[in-house]
């Protein structure tokens, strides 16, 4: 009898974490205006996002046993991950481009290379989970990675400047209207290689 009450808490526990995630993840979705819900539920999506983070313990500082407790709890069984990433999203608002500065002088521009529509997908994906994060060490070792990958097909660049950006899509009214989408440069970041000319 006790058994099957301490299942059914853990069980009920599980899914309103699952339920919390999604929602959470719906309500970003709306509060940054990916959807075609009025602008009167963004400030309701804003608040309601903010009290799910508190519920998750995601406001709290990095210190925190709750947010380590249900942060803990949401990696190891797959729940952050599972319903925050693999779940379906409106994904191509962010765009990242390169710079690379060769020794002589040169610059040239770069965007990542795309092979199939999956990996177009995973780095929208990706890129989107980059501009959400918080931590700017994290961004930047994520980023760091991009631009490894880039310099490895052009190792002779001295340096590469990462630039992520997002694109605005205009309202369908403005749309209607003849207005079209814009490109705006979030964040920036050099990085410096070490030449080495070949023998």
Do not use: C
Request: hydrophobic share 40%; aromatic share 12%.
């Amino acid at each position: 009898m006790l058994r099957n009450r301490l299942l059914l808490i853990a069980a009920t526990v599980h899914l309103a974490l699952i339920v919390a995630i999604s929602a959470r993840d719906t309500f970003t979705v709306v509060r940054e205006g990916k959807t075609l819900v009025p602008d009167y539920w963004m400030y309701i999506s804003h608040s309601s996002e903010t009290a799910l983070k508190n519920a998750l313990g995601q406001n709290f500082s990095k210190h925190n046993a709750y947010r380590q407790s249900i942060g803990t709890y949401l990696n190891a069984a797959g729940v952050e991950a599972g319903y925050g990433f693999f779940a379906p999203n409106i994904p191509g608002t962010n765009k990242i481009s390169f710079e690379l500065h060769y020794p002589d002088g040169r610059v040239a521009d770069e965007l990542p290379t795309l092979h199939n529509r999956a990996t177009a997908f995973r780095l929208a994906s990706l890129l989107d989970l980059i501009a959400r994060t918080d931590e700017e060490v994290v961004r930047e070792g994520l980023i760091k990675y991009l631009v490894y990958a880039v310099w490895r097909e052009h190792p002779e660049a001295a340096s590469i400047r990462a630039i992520l950006g997002s694109v605005n899509f205009p309202a369908p009214g403005e749309y209607a209207r003849g207005q079209r989408e814009s490109y705006r440069a979030l964040r920036t970041y050099d990085f410096t290689f070490e030449f080495r000319p070949e023998n």
